[in-house]
């Protein structure tokens, strides 16, 4: 396992934007499959995006889609989740998620890792 460390949460206005960053530390972090997932209060944890270990390939939910970006910085041990056009809906707790693999799951039992937590807060 990695052990995994989530920051850049806080409250924005609607439309604005934020970086949320995960650290990881432990083992090597290029060999790990990274995943943001999202969770409000009284709901399942749902996928966000994710980044396959080595050919790039990423995967977004559809709210996701061409409003947030998850890229990863391999010599920084740093996964990224670049978030725009922020709305209220968006309000959550973010996770960061690893699993020993190449593929790019949405379901959270295949993830291995799994950080704290960082919250988002949108106001409309």
């Known amino acids: 396992q990695v052990h995994l460390v989530e920051s850049g949460g806080g409250l924005v206005q609607a439309g604005d934007s934020l970086r949320l960053s995960c650290a990881a530390s432990g083992r090597t972090f290029s060999g790990y499959t990274m995943a943001w997932f999202r969770q409000v209060p009284g709901k399942e944890r749902q996928f966000v995006a994710g980044?396959?270990?080595?050919?790039?390939?990423?995967a977004y939910s559809d709210s996701a889609k061409g409003r947030f970006t998850i890229s990863r910085d391999n010599a920084e041990n740093t996964v990224y989740l670049r978030m725009n056009s922020l709305k209220p809906e968006d309000t959550a707790v973010y996770y960061c998620?690893?699993?020993?693999?190449?593929?790019?799951?949405?379901?959270?039992?295949?993830?291995?890792?799994w950080g704290q937590g960082t919250q988002v807060t949108v106001s409309s």
């Open positions: 998620a690893a699993r020993d693999g190449n593929v790019i799951f949405i379901s959270t039992r295949q993830y291995d890792s």
């Open positions: 980044l396959s270990r080595s050919d790039g390939d990423t």
